[in-house]
Structures are given as C-alpha cells and as structure tokens.
C-alpha cells in the first residue's frame, strides 16, 4: 500500500515556473513507475510525465506532447518524493494535477494511461492566469 501527497500547487501567471512535490509513504518507493497526470474542469484526466522505477542507474522518462521541453520529472528515492517542474507555464496548463503509482513491470511507453497505475494521489490545483 502506498500513500500519495502532492503539494506545490497555486496561482501563478503565464510564463511562470513551479514545482510540484509527490511525497509518498513506504519503505518500497523505488520500486514504483511514478506519474503526474493532470484533470482540466470537463475534460478527460491527461498524461502529463512518467519515470521508470530505480532498477538501474539511469532513469527513463516521457512527456505528454503539450508538456515536452517545458516540464520535467525527476524523483528522489531517499526522500520518498517524485517532482514535477514546471516552466514556462501557459493558461492552458490550468488544472488538477495528480501522481499516481504503477507496480507494473512494463514499459515506461505504456505508462501514459491511467489504467495501469494502482495508486493516486489527492491532486494540487495550478491554476495559470494569462
């Protein structure tokens, strides 16, 4: 079992940066492919990052395409905590957003749907003003 909590959230204006913190619970957070998915108010909950567990040294990441080159994921397995950068923040990036966590052994590249993920967070608002 493992419990999510995100925090970072807020109001900023267009062209902004923030950074978003996932902090989760257990001792196996490692193990974890961790997500960050956003929820616009009428729409379908969208792919935003993803990042492979810690079973070697180097990471494997993907990108939604509206966020690519703007927003960033990295995790910090000492601290139990997975990140979402944000720069460059448009209006259109206006939403909740969420992490999750997936024990799936498959690839990073099926990892941008919400059905493989067993574990949610409460979501953070960002809200962007133009």
């Known amino acids: 079992q493992v419990q999510l909590v995100e925090s970072g959230g807020g109001l900023v204006q267009a062209g902004d940066s923030l950074r978003l913190s996932c902090a989760a619970s257990?001792?196996?957070?490692?193990?974890?492919?961790m997500g960050w998915f956003r929820q616009a108010p009428g729409k379908e909950r969208e792919f935003v990052a993803v990042?492979?567990?810690?079973?070697?040294?180097?990471?494997?990441?993907k990108y939604g395409d509206s966020v690519k080159g703007r927003f960033t994921i990295f995790r910090d397995n000492a601290k139990n905590t997975v990140y979402l950068q944000m720069n460059s923040l448009k209006p259109e990036d206006t939403a909740v957003y969420y992490c999750?966590?997936?024990?799936?052994?498959?690839?990073?590249?099926?990892?941008?749907?919400?059905?493989?993920?067993?574990?949610w967070g409460q979501g953070t608002q960002v809200t962007v003003s133009s």
């Open positions: 999750a966590a997936a024990e799936t052994g498959g690839s990073i590249a099926t990892m941008i749907t919400v059905r493989p993920y067993d574990y």
């Open positions: 257990g001792r196996t957070f490692s193990r974890y492919v």
């Open positions: 990042i492979s567990r810690s079973d070697s040294i180097t990471f494997i990441t």
